[in-house]
């Protein structure tokens, strides 16, 4: 399981193409988090833990994170 943020989302699928798992999916959470602060890293952390329980449990795509990104990409 992995977590990217939506700058580096598109990066994130090349590579899993690349690395033969085409349609490998993650959770997407907000960019930048390095001038993030503690709720805003909390908030992120949240709704990640929610995309990747959806993905987990449902094998589903999971629904929109809480900042509008889109959520677990396939």
Do not use: C, K, N
């Not at 709704?47 to 329980?53: E, G, H, K, P």
């Amino acid at each position: 399981m992995a977590v990217m943020t939506t700058r580096f989302v598109s990066a994130a699928e090349l590579m899993a193409r690349v690395l033969g798992f085409p349609g490998y999916r993650f959770a997407v959470i907000a960019h930048p988090i390095s001038s993030a602060g503690d709720d805003a890293l909390r908030e992120m952390a949240a709704a990640a833990i929610v995309q990747m329980r959806d993905l987990l449990v449902d094998g589903s795509p999971g629904s929109q994170s809480t900042d509008g990104s889109p959520g677990i990409t396939s």
